[in-house]
């Protein structure tokens, strides 16, 4: 399946990520109106870390055996069987945080403003490709197919232990 | 001391009813122009801090940010112009030598937008590049005086072979290669880009003074390395490893001048690369302490043509200065396979203001006088000309070489090609958008593969271009307009400047 890389050399922690997500995620879509009225109610689900110059972005990674679907005690949290995409439907949680506890990332996030639910990435599944990669201004994330990142992985170890 | 006369130079004009208090601003501002006020939820700027870089005005997403230039800093006087007295106002202050980046912003003539180019019409056909092959590779080296052949007999009848022996040669797929910029004025992102887009796209780009990085030795075949006054990163193998060796004489920017990379930029890996001590002051002399005389440059030359093997073409690169004609003429003397000249408007990553502005002179004006120079002495084969100092478009790169350039070198293009704004503050290590600084925090902003992609982009475009103009002229091939200036046409120019310049006015016909 296609996920969201960060190549945290070239991320600028600028956290246009996190605002585009905000945007994507609010009732009207639009930028001024979502952060002027609806800025309580809306959380960004891809986080960007920070050390020094060191950051990078990051968001739910799918995980092929996903903890939060298996801690899940309402069956909000699915796996996606076609897609792979894990996503929390809303309507069936509870707010109990199992999710958040087993999350290896740290990245679903309580949201508490209007019902208490899980907000994780949805790697926007009705966009071809997610908002915080369409609006990264360095290219720093990448939509790519699993298998294509592992070779990069490879190729980039190999040329550090040459 | 809490009195400051200047005042700020930019003005940040910030609409209240867009910004949306994300702080991409705050967090870009490498000069921390932008603050952010918790308990109001407000973002404010300090003008004065501003430098007109325009990255935050580039990354705002609401776009709720202008910077615009700011009028009425002073009561406005023709003599005593706003430079000036900010100037004064600095020095006294400081008591030092103003320094500056890029090229000279001052209002001198620009030959290249007095001068007009031919196109076909009736008596001669013109060619669709689409449709129809257009050569725009161009070779950059000596040639030889007289070409001999041998006809040879075969069982397949008779050819032809070239007898004569030919120097090595630069072949460029298009007449443009990337300028001198080292690793150290600029960022490694920066060189890397410039590297892999001149080897992708089958041109050139020159290390600079500041040694071959060891990333940059992949894309060696493509590399121009310069052997400069400080003689920074040069030995054997950073000789062997370019595909062609330049001597640094001088740079348009800063004629007579040497270089100055602050210690505080020189980090442990730009240490490696210039092979000098961590933290250490880079300084290049301003003149080479071994070339005194052509004489000497000579043998600077056929000292580098030895440690290279005879098989790479080496250049001498020298500013455009008042004599630049003879000068010229003695560097091809010393035998030197390439002349670069770098004209007045050319850019530095520091220069002292005063002399960026004020000493050289213009790069058309050069070529003209240097071509015009060596064809009378029958010497222009010996050597190809580079022009360099401000190559702004494709129409440029065609005007010089119809003026008698083989080539162009372009710096300042690239650096704009790569996000550079022209704010002029390169000397300050603080480049916001990750080009002339080393900081780890600023690098990380030029993603080479996008550096990389967008000079590939500009080149193609520009090659485009040469190609269509070429055609429109009725010419299939960039070698038939090298120094071809019954194509050019000046307009407004005095009777003195066109005869330097080499070309009729426009109306005048054969």
Redesign the interface.
Known sequence: MKKIYIQEEYCIGCRLCEIYCQVKHSKSKKIIKAFKEEKSDILSRVLVEEIGYNSFAIQCRHCADAPCVEACISGAMQKNENTGVVICDENKCVGCWSCIMVCPYGVIKRNTSSRKVASKCDLCVDEDIPECVKNCPNEALKFIEEDKEKENQVKITNEIRK | MALKLNQSEFEIERDE??C?????CV??CSNDVHEYDSEQDNVYSDNIKCVGCHRCES?C??GALKIKERQFQFKPNYNWTRDHLRNIYKQADSGGVILTGMGSDKPYIVYWDRILFNASQVTNPSIDPLREPMEIKTFVGRKPDDLEFEITRGSKGRGVKLKTQLFPQLELSTPIMFSAMSYGSISLNACRSLADAASEFGTYYNTGEGGLHKDLYKYSKNTIVQVASGRYGVDVDYLNKGAAVEIKIGQGAKPGIGGHLPGEKVTSDISDTRMIPEGTDAISPAPHHDIYSIEDLAQLIYALKEATDWSKPVGVKVSAVHNIAPIASGIVRAGADFVSIDGLRGGTGAAPLVIRDNVGIPIELAIASVDERLRKEGIRHKASIIAAGSIRSSADVIKAIALGADAVYIGTAALIAMGCHLCQKCYTGKCNW?IATQ???LT????P??GTRRLLNLLRGWSLEIKEMLGGAGINAIESLKGNREHLRGIGLSQRELEILGIKHAGEAW
Do not use: A, F
């Open positions: 009813s867009k949306i208090s994300c702080q991409v967090r870009q990354l997403p609401t990750g900081d780890p925090y990380k902003r030029l993603n593969e996008v």
